[in-house]
């Protein structure tokens, strides 16, 4: 079969795949998703410096993780894996998973609204960013945007409908399409990882066994999407169908790992995202049973005291129910 070509602004390595060529730093000529990942980078550093410098607070941890989650993009999305992501599924499906799964809950715990709420100047660009804060924290369309109405099945389809529909396979044969599924997953992973771990404001926010259980919806969503690709007998994506010859891959062996890889490296996000869950509802449960405890210590218990009393009251008879002479 011969090799699909790819329109559009791509370098296509020739080497056969290997740890060192995915990892060689080689910019594809048009590195969108790169560029803006430095851009964000760049953008959270100059306002946790600009809190360090007026002496105000900024946790290190937070810094870190979303510094962190810019530097996947930059790897995964700007060294030489992008390069084989035009040829192999399973390349592909390794970043798609990333950037749905991995990169969003470490962008999402750097908190960076807060960041941005707290470092914004105290002038006329600043008053204009705090009402854009407001009108989306108060929009009907942040909360449509957050609700798991939308997030879930956005899900589904940066799965089953692109691929098992059909539009892989046009949209993947170009640049342009290329890098926009790959935006989409981006922001679709945003959007469903914002309301499970995010602790910056927002339109409206999800209790803890909300959370649990959108996240135990989503799950098993990619897992059984992997059991289909490695069950599968013929290539489902045309771009994919004809690696490159010098790199001696088989397309359906290639795609058996796309599928194995949706199944246990999806997992894995989602296993700590649930951790997470868990011990916030521990945390905050033990927090509230704490304050009612000082609570009572310092006003009492009105109904304690109600039943405290009522059993005293029947102690001295006064309660006894009376008879019929």
């Known amino acids: 079969m011969d090799t699909p070509e790819i329109t559009g602004p ?4 020739t080497a056969p795949p290997s740890i060192e060529t995915f990892l060689a730093p080689t910019l594809q000529p048009v590195p969108i998703l790169p560029v803006l990942a430095l851009l964000l980078a760049a953008a959270y550093l100059t306002g946790a410096v600009r809190l360090w410098v007026d002496g105000r607070r900024w946790p290190v941890g937070a810094t870190l ?3 962190l989650g810019c530097a996947v993009i930059v790897v995964v999305m700007g060294a030489g894996i992008e390069g084989y992501g035009y040829r192999l599924f399973s390349v592909f499906m390794f970043q798609q998973l990333t950037l749905m799964m991995a990169v969003p809950p470490l962008l999402v715990l750097g908190r960076p609204g807060t960041l941005l709420l707290r470092a914004m100047p105290h002038n006329a660009a600043g008053r ?15 909360r449509i945007a957050l609700h798991p109405g939308l997030t879930i099945p956005l899900f589904l389809f940066c799965f089953y409908v692109i691929y098992l529909g059909g539009a892989a396979s046009s949209l993947l044969g170009s640049w342009l399409g290329h890098v926009s599924l790959e935006i989409v997953f981006l922001v679709g992973g945003l959007l469903f990882t914002i309301p499970l771990l995010s602790t910056d404001p927002l339109p409206v ?23 289909i690709l490695m069950m599968a007998t013929t290539p489902l994506v045309a771009v994919f169908a004809a690696p490159p010859g010098s790199w001696a891959v ?10 194995a890889l949706a199944w246990s490296y999806g997992e894995l996000p989602g296993l700590l995202i649930a951790l997470t869950i868990m011990v916030r509802w521990q945390r905050d449960d033990t927090r509230r049973a704490a304050a009612a405890d000082r609570e009572i210590d310092l006003h009492g218990d009105p109904a304690l005291d109600a039943y405290n009393a009522r059993l005293a009251q029947l102690h001295r008879g006064d309660g006894e129910p009376r008879g019929r002479p």
């Open 10 to 13: 791509v370098w296509i390595p």
């Open 65 to 67: 993780s979303f510094l």
């Open 128 to 142: 204009a960013g705090f009402a854009i804060a407001r009108w989306g924290l108060r929009s009907g369309a942040g």
């Open 205 to 227: 926010r999800l209790g803890h066994a909300g959370r649990a259980i959108d996240l135990l919806l989503e799950m098993p969503l990619h897992a059984f999407f992997g059991v």
């Open 250 to 259: 088989d397309p359906i062996t290639d795609q058996s790992i796309a599928g």
